[in-house]
Each structure stands twice: as C-alpha cells, then as structure tokens.
Nanobody, 115 residues
Framework: QVQLVESGGGLVQPGGSLRLSCSAS????????MGWYRQAPGKEHELVAT???????SYADSVKGRFTISRDNAKNTMYLQMNNLKPEDTAVYYC?????????WGKGTLVTVSS
C-alpha cells in the first residue's frame, strides 16, 4: 500500500505563488510516475503535471510556463511550484502515484486564488 499526503495549499492573491508538496510512504518501487491533478468547483478532474522517476515531465497547456513540477526520489516527495496564480487555478489539488498497474491518490489540498 501507498499513502500520499499533500500540503502547502491556501489562499493567495492573483499573481502570487504557492508551493505544494506530496509526501509518499509505504511500498514505493523505484519506477513510478507521480503527478498533480486538480478539480475546480463544478468542473471535472484534470491533469496538471506529471513526472516519472526518471525525470520525464509533462504539463497541461493551462499551466505551462507558470508551474514547475519536481521530485526528490530519496525523500519520496514531489513538489509543485505555482507562480503567477490566476483565479481559474482555484481547485483542490491531488497527488497521484502510479506503479505497476496500481494507482494511488492523496486526499487533496485546497488552493484558492482570490483578491
């Protein structure tokens, strides 16, 4: 089993920054893919960014150039640096880990972008 715990959410003004963290524990294999997803009120779950254990990265078009995903494999921790935040980034952000056919989710952390 794998447990994922997100932190770092909160209230920020438009144009501000936040850094989310996802700490993973349990049985984690060396080869895996971690990612951030989000769900805004009244909208569907959407992919934000993913990063493999080898360091390959992809971003949703809506966050390219503003968000940066990274991970520390030694600490089993993933990060999402979010800059130039917009009101439309308001959502619950979820951490995700996929390994050998299994998928795990955190409980989410709320990010609110508002003046």
């Amino acid at each position: 089993q794998v447990q994922l715990v997100e932190s770092g959410g909160g209230l920020v003004q438009p144009g501000g920054s936040l850094r989310l963290s996802c700490s993973a524990s349990g049985t984690i294999f060396r080869i895996n893919t971690m990612g951030w997803y989000r769900q805004a009120p009244g909208k569907e779950h959407e992919l934000v960014a993913t990063i493999t254990s080898g360091g390959s990265i992809s971003y949703a078009d809506s966050v390219k150039g503003r968000f940066t995903i990274s991970r520390d494999n030694a600490k089993n921790t993933m990060y999402l640096q979010m800059n130039n935040l917009k009101p439309e980034d308001t959502a619950v952000y979820y951490c995700n880990l996929r390994q050998f056919g299994a998928t795990y989710w955190g409980k989410g952390t709320l990010v609110t972008v508002s003046s």
